[in-house]
């Protein structure tokens, strides 16, 4: 959409970009219009030259490693190909010891474990949910949840199940005996609790007691001491709420009724300004950028509609407690909020310089940050109560690029007048050459980083575009498998604790891609605490509530103190090519993988492009949804380029494929009313050319990226 401009300090700006800045932005700051627009005028004079040059490093280490591995095809002498990064500058030289000393830091980043969401910030509902899913129901999860069976009547439906309930409450006072033991009793059993003294006491139907087998976890409660209304625990520094009905009051032998337990949950989550939104205009900017601001300043609604009941939800207020020893105190009723900023590849004309577009991550810097400053300035802070703001940064290739993301950060405090170190920065590992020069990447971050995090999904599309010519790659099944990105994992949690992120801030783990399958989760999941992460990303408030149980059971502190000192001498591993020692696959399995591949490329792309949505449940070639963005685009879109590339399958194949698939698309989506169809007119469907252009063009597009193809395509429809 082409908007009208203004032009301030010779920059020309989108008009509805200007208005948000000046008139709802900054008023409560304290900053005026004219220190923020010279501010951005500085940043770009001062740092897009880098910016570029360290764009063009990106592309001419791709082409060196192109030429290097067509000349020594499949399988790597590691001595010569360390020797060869090495001399290229990809590879760095290790320097001294250090730790990090990042000051000020919330708890909930530097000291609680637990589940950490990831939403865009273009839904405003999707914005509110998360951040209010620090508190969630374990009743409403459970139930909801394919981790109760729906066998022996037990199914769920529109109205309550009573046998599917009684599972539920079996389940979670199961939790509760193993989170929060009675000493010698099970919580099942109890008609009773009251407040002694400070000790929480459990009363049995025949008269016995019990006190909680570590009496430090009974923290607080609400109303009478004899009889409260709910009472408060903590485990593993995550709280747990148990509410009760009031009928006990008539008989208090009768089996307590536990009305609702509720547990901590999301403690964190990132505000996706990137990957799982579509941002190609001043007008989507300003909306993400507008549901920041009502984050920051508490005004953010969203009107729900549930089966035609209508409400308003807003951002959750603290929580009121007495502790055992009757004195008032308050919880965080919302977790502590991240902003993820755009990449530095990304350019945007909502501003132009001299008739050129700028690094989009430049405006993003400025905006988020001045922002933030509703919260910072608050009399009493929505967000940080250490006066920080959390920033997280993608898709940085080496310490070069993270030195620059915290030049321009300490350029943004002075425009903005924040003491130095005001903004943490987040660095996503999610890149070849960040992993392999993870350490001297968080050194140049030591004053701000709080949070590395291994991406798998863009990790693994950079890890194909980056040895595109060493050979055809394996299947994406087995590459979950493959030496470097088991050692990646590993090596991420190793070189964090090396470096003194514990205590301090998070190392963290990727997504469950299937919100649906939360047995799945439940089993699996638990894996990740169990390598010592402190976090890692769940796709809904329900995940991040049954996820959380999984911090109950791994004292991740002490988990983290055992791993202290492991050896995180990876780099062979961490090197070790994804590539077919010989083309073992039959036709068949070709086929399979190409179909998987091109249907979820469609699946996500006709969204992105003919609805903007950037992330969402998309079922795969078996109807199972799956959270797809642009990482996960990123990964099967290069996967077909490479073998493309190397003969595994043919231009012919992939397009007969990409025919067959978009009219499965089609069928799946043919319940959504704003849904447009491909396969009526496959070569007037922007979405479906946008999703061929993706791949016959991914060995081209500097690393990979997809918005490259993405964004202009979305413009065009």
């Known amino acids: 959409m082409t908007h009208e401009r203004i032009r301030q300090y010779n920059l020309d700006i989108a008009s509805p970009f200007c208005d948000l800045v000046n008139t709802e932005i900054l008023p409560g700051t304290g900053v005026d219009p004219e220190a923020f627009w010279s501010g951005l005028r500085d940043i770009i004079d001062l740092y897009r030259p880098r910016n570029r040059e360290?764009?063009?490093?990106?592309?001419?280490?791709?082409?060196?490693?192109?030429?290097?591995?067509?000349?020594?095809?499949?399988?790597?002498?590691?001595?010569?190909?360390?020797?060869?990064?090495?001399?290229?500058?990809?590879?760095?030289?290790?320097?001294?010891?250090?730790?990090?000393?990042?000051?000020?830091?919330?708890?909930?980043?530097?000291?609680?474990?637990?589940?950490?969401?990831?939403?865009?910030?273009?839904?405003?509902?999707?914005?509110?949910?998360?951040?209010?899913?620090?508190?969630?129901?374990?009743?409403?999860?459970?139930?909801?949840?394919?981790?109760?069976?729906?066998?022996?009547?037990?199914?769920?439906?529109?109205?309550?199940?009573?046998?599917?309930?009684?599972?539920?409450?079996?389940?979670?006072?199961?939790?509760?005996?193993?989170?929060?033991?009675?000493?010698?009793?099970?919580?099942?059993?109890?008609?009773?609790?009251?407040?002694?003294?400070?000790?929480?006491?459990?009363?049995?139907?025949?008269?016995?007691?019990?006190?909680?087998?570590?009496?430090?976890?009974?923290?607080?409660?609400?109303?009478a001491k004899d009889l409260p209304s709910s009472i408060l625990l903590c485990n593993n520094d995550l709280h747990i709420e148990l509410k009760f009905n009031d009928r006990r009051k008539l008989d208090r032998n009768r089996l307590l009724e536990v009305r609702d337990i509720f547990v901590e949950s999301a403690i964190t989550s990132i505000m996706d300004l990137e990957d799982s939104v579509v941002a190609v205009d001043a007008g989507d900017k300003v909306n993400a950028?507008?549901?920041?601001?009502?984050?920051?300043?508490?005004?953010?609604?969203?009107?729900?509609?549930?089966?035609?009941?209508?409400?308003?939800?807003?951002?959750?207020?603290?929580?009121?407690?007495?502790?055992?020893?009757?004195?008032?105190?308050?919880?965080?009723?919302?977790?502590?909020?991240?902003?993820?900023?755009?990449g530095a590849h990304i350019d945007t004309d909502i501003v132009t310089l001299n008739?050129?577009?700028?690094?989009?991550?430049?405006?993003?810097?400025?905006?988020?940050?001045?922002?933030?400053?509703?919260?910072?300035?608050?009399?009493s802070p929505l967000n940080s109560r250490k006066g920080s703001v959390y920033v997280v940064k993608p898709k940085m290739h080496g310490p070069d690029e993270v030195k620059l993301a915290v030049d321009i950060f300490s350029r943004v405090e002075e425009h903005l007048g924040l003491p130095k170190n005001t903004v943490k920065i987040g660095i996503m590992d999610e890149e070849r050459r960040t992993t392999i020069n993870l350490s001297e990447c968080i050194r140049v971050a030591r004053e701000r980083v709080v949070f590395i995090n291994t991406g798998f999904l863009d990790r693994t599309g950079d890890e194909i575009h980056s040895v595109m010519e060493a050979g055809p790659m394996i299947s994406k099944n087995r590459m979950k498998t493959t030496p470097w990105l088991l050692s990646y994992e590993d090596n991420n949690v190793e070189v964090g604790l090396k470096v003194g992120l514990s205590g301090r801030g998070q190392i963290g783990k990727g997504m469950w891609a299937a919100p649906d399958f939360m047995q799945g989760m439940?089993?699996?999941?638990?894996?990740?605490?169990?390598?010592?992460?402190?976090?890692?990303?769940?796709?809904?408030?329900?995940?991040?509530?049954?996820?959380?149980?999984?911090?109950?059971?791994?004292?991740?502190r002490q988990r983290q103190a055992q791993l202290m000192g492991r050896s995180s001498e990876k780099l062979e591993k961490l090197m070790t090519l994804p590539v077919m020692v010989d083309a073992g696959l039959d036709p068949l399995q070709i086929d399979r993988e190409i179909q998987n591949n091109a249907q979820g490329i469609l699946g996500y792309v006709v969204r992105w492009i003919n609805q903007g949505i950037g992330c969402s449940k998309v079922p795969d070639i078996n109807d199972v949804a799956l959270m797809e963005d642009r990482a996960t685009l990123r990964i099967s879109s290069q996967h077909i380029a490479n073998w493309l590339r190397h003969g595994i399958v043919s231009r012919e194949q992939v397009e007969e494929t990409f025919r067959g698939m978009a009219a499965v698309v089609d069928r799946q989506n043919a319940a959504d009313p704003a849904y447009i169809p491909m396969s009526r007119d496959l070569e007037g469907s922007i979405a479906y050319q946008t999703s061929l252009d993706l791949v016959f063009k991914g060995c081209e597009l500097p690393n990979g990226y997809t918005e490259y193809v993405l964004h202009p395509r979305r413009r065009e429809f």
């Open 54 to 223: 360290l764009l063009e490093k990106r592309n001419d280490h791709q082409k060196q490693l192109d030429r290097w591995h067509q000349a020594n095809p499949g399988p790597v002498d590691f001595q010569e190909y360390r020797a060869f990064l090495e001399q290229i500058g990809y590879l760095c030289q290790s320097g001294d010891p250090f730790e990090v000393i990042t000051g000020n830091v919330d708890d909930e980043v530097a000291k609680i474990a637990g589940p950490q969401l990831v939403v865009p910030i273009d839904n405003a509902r999707y914005a509110l949910n998360a951040a209010n899913a620090r508190w969630n129901s374990l009743y409403d999860a459970v139930y909801s949840s394919d981790i109760i069976s729906e066998e022996c009547g037990c199914a769920r439906g529109r109205r309550y199940n009573p046998a599917r309930g009684a599972r539920v409450i079996a389940y979670t006072k199961d939790f509760l005996d193993q989170a929060v033991p009675l000493a010698n009793a099970s919580h099942a059993n109890v008609v009773n609790y009251r407040v002694q003294g400070d000790s929480l006491v459990a009363q049995m139907a025949d008269g016995s007691e019990s006190v909680l087998g570590i009496k430090e976890c009974f923290v607080g409660y609400c109303g």
């Open 289 to 342: 950028y507008r549901n920041w601001l009502g984050l920051m300043n508490g005004s953010l609604e969203a009107e729900i509609d549930k089966g035609g009941v209508k409400s308003v939800r807003k951002l959750n207020p603290d929580r009121n407690y007495l502790r055992p020893d009757g004195t008032p105190f308050t919880l965080r009723g919302r977790g502590l909020m991240f902003v993820r900023n755009v």
């Open 355 to 379: 008739g050129e577009s700028i690094p989009e991550t430049f405006l993003d810097a400025m905006v988020t940050v001045a922002t933030a400053m509703h919260d910072l300035k608050g009399d």
């Open 522 to 556: 439940i089993q699996e999941k638990i894996a990740h605490p169990r390598s010592g992460a402190n976090t890692a990303w769940v796709p809904s408030p329900t995940a991040a509530t049954l996820h959380a149980l999984h911090y109950h059971m791994v004292d991740v």
